[in-house]
T-cell receptor, first 113, second 111 residues
Framework: GAGVSQSPRYKVAKRGQDVALRCDPI?????LFWYQQALGQGPEFLTY????????KSGLPSDRFFAERPEGSVSTLKIQRTQQEDSAVYLC???????????FGQGTRLTVV | QKEVEQDPGPLSVPEGAIVSLNCTYS??????FMWYRQYSRKGPELLMY????GNKEDGRFTAQVDKSSKYISLFIRDSQPSDSATYLC???????????FGTGTSLTVIP
C-alpha cells in the first residue's frame, strides 16, 4: 500500500486479556519501529526491526510485551495479560534503506478496562 | 532529564501570524532531525527532515538546526486554521537508531 497500515484502529480489552496489534509497512521499507504514545505525550520507543531481525527491544516495558516480524514485512506487537497502564496509542513507523525519515501509521488506540 | 525537551504549550495565534516552535536536546550524537504534525486521533505526519545543521525551507515551513546550541526550530509563515495540531520534534543519532521525540506543542490558529 501507499502508507503504513495498522489494525485494528481501536481495541478495547478486559484486564488480563491478550491482544495482538498488526502493522503493514510501506512496501520495501526494511526498518520498522513500534512506539507507545500516552495521552498528551510524545511517542516513546518500544522496539526496532531491520527486516526480520529485532535489533533493539530496550523500550519494551515488561516481558508481557512481545513483537515479531517473521518475514521482514508485517509486524505484530503482542501484549499479554493486559493491564490498565497499557492503555495508549501504539504507533508503527517504517523507514526505507536510504534515509531516516520515518513514516507513521494511524496507530491502534488500546483501552484496557 | 529527557533526551528532548519541548514546551507543550498550548500556543494560540491569530491567522496569518508567524509561528515559532522549538526543541532542545542533550545528546550531541543526534544528527537527524524531524518535525511531525499530529492531528487529533491521527498518526504523526512527517513535515520536515533535516540532516545535521542548517536551514531547510518547504513552502510556508522552515526548519532550522543549530547543533552547537543543541536547538532546533520550526517556523510556520502565514499560519492557517488548518495548521492547528500538535507539532512533535524528533531526532536520532544514526540510521536505524530509535527516534527520540519531544512531548509535542499544541498549536491553535484562530481565524
Amino acid at each position: 500500500g501507499a502508507g503504513v497500515s495498522q489494525s485494528p484502529r481501536y481495541k478495547v480489552a478486559k484486564r488480563g486479556q491478550d491482544v495482538a496489534l498488526r502493522c503493514d509497512p510501506i512496501s520495501g521499507h526494511v526498518s520498522l519501529f513500534w512506539y507507545q504514545q500516552a495521552l498528551g505525550q510524545g511517542p516513546e520507543f518500544l522496539t526496532y526491526f531491520q527486516n526480520e531481525a529485532q535489533l533493539d527491544k530496550s523500550g519494551l516495558p515488561s516481558d508481557r510485551f512481545f513483537a515479531e516480524r517473521p518475514e521482514g514485512s508485517v509486524s505484530t506487537l503482542k501484549i499479554q495479560r493486559t493491564q490498565q497502564e497499557d492503555s495508549a496509542v501504539y504507533l508503527c513507523a517504517t523507514c526505507g534503506t536510504e534515509n531516516t525519515e520515518a513514516f507513521f501509521g494511524q496507530g491502534t488506540r488500546l483501552t484496557v478496562v | 532529564q529527557k533526551e528532548v525537551e519541548q514546551d507543550p504549550g498550548p500556543l494560540s495565534v491569530p491567522e496569518g501570524a508567524i509561528v515559532s516552535l522549538n526543541c532542545t536536546y542533550s545528546n550531541s550524537a543526534f544528527q537527524y532531525f524531524m518535525w511531525y504534525r499530529q492531528y487529533s486521533r491521527k498518526g504523526p505526519e512527517l513535515l520536515m527532515y533535516t540532516y545535521s545543521s542548517g536551514n531547510k525551507e518547504d513552502g510556508r515551513f522552515t526548519a532550522q538546526v543549530d547543533k552547537s546550541s543543541k536547538y532546533i526550530s520550526l517556523f510556520i509563515r502565514d499560519s492557517q486554521p488548518s495548521d492547528s495540531a500538535t507539532y512533535l520534534c524528533a531526532m536520532s543519532a544514526d540510521t536505524g537508531n530509535q527516534f527520540y521525540f519531544g512531548t509535542g506543542t499544541s498549536l491553535t490558529v484562530i481565524p
